[in-house]
């Protein structure tokens, strides 16, 4: 027990905390770094697949949510992929780009968690693991109550995370800390998450479990032409988790979810240019070129012409290139890789990540209402945003 004292205190050992901690140790800061679980980093070693996908090259301003689509402009800028993997290269872990310009480890997410920890060693930092935060409160310092004591310091990092998955520790401790203080809020929503059929929906298609097509999803003016993986309660995949997060975004009203089940591809032209007998047969055999054959004679039984006029072929090809469904609801937290929203931008300096309210206290990583979208974008959040903080604390 007793109080123990430091420059900054970061609440959090995730990447945003960790880097973070490593830029102000790097500064000659005392750090340290109070983590609920009994390990640090533990939504690292389950990203990925496991392999951590800790960059996208193509990283722009563009490939982020945010009520303020500027703000993450300035600590983007200042902390680039470019960094990231020079630090990747220092320690000497072997990556790969997989598709867009996504890098992951070649062995494990472990080698990003250790390069981080290694970091901290070199930089000083104390991470302290197994803490139950039972308060905060500030005096002339900033006091964290935990089950082990106090402990102090000037600057107060929150890199707690967002409600998204829950088994590993996910809580609103962050969210719940800003409301303590006075700042703002950005209603939280689950990102990056598969999405529920409605029931009809369910009966027509939730036994094609397993069957996966490229496709382009749309939704809210974006689009994106990634893979489709039908599941037993709707639909997930790369295509679909990237388009959920701007469907489901909080106070919009309700639109469907297009899918182009075959961009850039014609099912019904063979037959309109009197290449084809026009009969079920052909019919079948053409769309099984273009769509996995369990889609396809799911998509013939439920939207055969009902006759073989050009018009009613082509009212099919354009049932193909746009499929709309309309969701029950998305899988929630427990499944979404991200949560957007939470503290609102405008309550915090772009450069420093600081509180305006509050001096002092800063908020970094997935607390703070900017999301990336799928491939790495939301790592390279948490690296730039945890530099900025530790650069200014």
Known sequence: MGTSSYDVLVLGAGAAGLMCAIEAGKRGRRVGVLE?????????????????????????????????????????????????????????????????????????????????????N????????????????RANDFIVSTHRGEFRAQALVVATGGLSIPKIGATSFGYDLARQFGIAL???????????????????YCD?????????SSSDGQQFREKMLFTHRGVSGPAILQISSYWNE??????????????????????????L?????????????????????????LHLPASWTNQALGELEAQIHAWEIF?????????????????????????????????????????????????GFNFQWAWASGAAAGRSV
């Open 250 to 275: 909080p106070g919009k009203t309700s639109h469907p979810i297009r899918i182009d089940l075959a961009p850039g591809a014609h099912a019904v032209a063979p037959f309109l240019e009197s290449k």
């Open 122 to 137: 070199e930089a000083g930092v104390e991470v302290h693991v197994d803490m139950q935060i039972t308060g905060v409160q």
């Open 36 to 120: 609920r679980a009994e390990k640090p980093g533990k939504k690292i070693l389950i990203s990925g697949g496991g392999r951590c996908n800790f960059t996208n090259l193509h990283c722009t301003p563009g490939n982020f949510i945010s009520s303020n689509p500027h703000f993450a402009k300035s600590a983007l800028a200042r902390y680039t992929p470019e960094d990231f993997i020079a630090l990747v290269e220092k320690h000497r872990v072997p990556y790969h780009e997989k598709t867009l310009g996504q890098l992951f480890c070649d062995r494990s997410a472990r080698d990003i968690l250790a390069i981080l920890e290694d970091e901290c």
């Open 208 to 216: 094609l479990a397993g069957v996966s097509a490229e496709v382009i």
């Open 327 to 375: 969701p029950a609801s998305t899988e929630g937290y427990e499944k979404a890789e991200v949560t957007a929203g939470g503290v609102d931008t405008h309550e915090l300096s772009a450069k420093s990540m600081e509180s305006r309210r509050v001096s002092g206290l800063f908020f970094i990583g997935e607390v703070v209402d900017v999301t990336g979208q799928l491939g």
């Open 277 to 301: 007998p026009r009969n079920l047969g052909a019919l079948r055999s053409q769309l099984r070129k273009l769509l996995p054959q369990r889609l396809a004679d799911r998509w013939l039984d």
């Open 186 to 204: 950005r209603d939280p929503w689950p990102a990056l998450v598969p999405i529920v059929f409605s029931s009809d929906d369910h009966s027509r």
